[in-house]
T-cell receptor, first 114, second 109 residues
Framework: TAGITQAPTSQILAAGRSMTLRCTQD?????MYWYRQDLGLGLRLIHY???????GKGEVPDGYSVSRANTDDFPLTLASAVPSQTSVYFC?????????????FGPGTRLLVL | GQNIDQPTEMTATEGAIVQINCTYQ??????LFWYQQHAGEAPTFLSY??LDGLEEKGRFSSFLSRSKGYSYLLLKELQMKDSASYLC??????????WGAGTKLIIKP
């Protein structure tokens, strides 16, 4: 089974350009999440969606937007990239946004903003 | 504020036992997770504790003390493939995970 897929695997982006990171899951999970992971820091939540049609802001939402038009897809858009958005981005999903539900992660997108 | 503390790096010998500690402070508490992350890969789930005590799963065990805001991950019979980062994460009252920076475990032969 595919689980969660992300695209692209890696990208070099010029500052000021826009980009959409794609995330698709085939587990019919209700909740989805976008994290960034930077060296020396824990995973930080950017945006989340508890169910299709709803989204919420996480710890570091500025400069990012998301949409959740259906259960499977949760794209993350950088409207105008800045070098501080250089990071590894992970998409994750869980059956529900509740305590015992495990989050499953995609393989990540490595983004370099120059 | 919310915070997760764990050691940055630990070294252990193949075949030995290692304990990775984690202290947490979250707004509300809905459980403590441990994930494993090999270099260049995604985190994968190891364990979940919401009640005090020890949960054993093969070579890996996880302990929780809610009164102390403390957890540990115990790895027995270490294998070279256990070389990875181990991430501690507390779930807050909004069911969001607060992550530690991870403990890089180096296994030596």
């Amino acid at each position: 089974t595919a689980g969660i897929t992300q695209a692209p695997t890696s990208q070099i982006l010029a500052a000021g350009r826009s980009m959409t990171l794609r995330c698709t899951q085939d587990m019919r999970h209700n909740a989805m999440y976008w994290y960034r992971q930077d060296l020396g820091l824990g995973l930080r939540l950017i945006h989340y969606s508890n169910t299709a049609g709803t989204t919420g802001k996480g710890e570091v939402p500025d400069g990012y937007s998301v949409s959740r038009a259906n259960t499977d897809d949760f794209p993350l858009t950088l409207a105008s990239a800045v070098p501080s958005q250089t990071s590894v981005y992970f998409c994750a999903s869980s059956e529900a946004a509740s305590g015992k539900e495990t989050q499953y992660f995609g393989p990540g997108t490595r983004l370099l903003v120059l | 504020g919310q915070n997760i503390d764990q050691p940055t790096e630990m070294t252990a010998t193949e075949g030995a036992i290692v304990q990775i500690n984690c202290t947490y402070q979250t707004s509300g508490f809905n459980g403590l997770f441990w994930y494993q992350q090999h270099a260049g890969e995604a985190p994968t789930f190891l364990s979940y504790n919401v009640l005090d005590g020890l949960e054993e799963k093969g070579r890996f065990s996880s302990f929780l003390s809610r009164s102390k805001g403390y957890s540990y991950l115990l790895l027995k019979e270490l294998q070279m493939k256990d070389s990875a980062s181990y991430l501690c994460a507390g779930m807050d009252s909004n069911y969001q995970l607060i992550w530690g920076a991870g403990t890089k475990l180096i296994i030596k032969p």
